[in-house]
C-alpha cells in the first residue's frame, strides 16, 4: 500500500471529511512521527508495533568491487519492531491462506 492508497482508505472510511482534509491528516501524523523520531523519542501504537531510533556504530567495511578497506561512520536509523496483535493477524492469515495453496500443489 501507498501513501495515496492509504489516504484513499481513510477517505472512504470518513465520507465526511474532504479527500483533501484527509491528506492533510495522513500527512500531519507521518509528520510527527517523523518528527519524535529525529528527536530520539519512540512511537508506540497498540496492537500495531513500535518505532525507534537505533544507532549504528561506526565500523570498517569492505568496497564490494575493489576490496579496498572503507570505513563506514555512525549512523542513526528507525527500526520498526511489529505488536503482538499485529503479528498475530498477519500470521493467521497467511497460515489460512497457505493451507488452501498446499492443497493445490498435491
Excluded: C, Y
Excluded at 472512504?12 to 530520539?40: C, Q, Y
Excluded at 561506526?58 to 563506514?72: C, L, S
Amino acid at each position: 500500500m501507498t501513501k495515496s492508497g492509504l489516504i484513499e482508505k481513510v477517505a472512504e472510511k470518513t465520507p465526511h471529511i474532504s479527500k483533501k482534509d484527509t491528506e492533510v491528516v495522513v500527512n500531519t501524523i507521518f509528520d510527527a512521527m517523523t518528527e519524535a523520531l529525529r528527536t530520539g523519542q519512540r512511537i508506540e501504537i497498540r496492537g500495531f508495533g513500535s518505532f525507534q531510533v537505533k544507532v549504528r556504530e561506526a565500523r570498517e567495511g569492505r568496497n564490494p568491487k575493489t576490496g579496498d578497506e572503507v570505513q563506514i561512520p555512525a549512523k542513526r536509523t528507525p527500526f520498526f519492531k511489529v505488536g503482538k496483535e499485529l503479528k498475530e493477524m498477519v500470521d493467521g492469515e497467511w497460515q489460512g491462506a497457505s493451507d488452501d495453496d498446499d492443497s493445490d500443489d498435491e
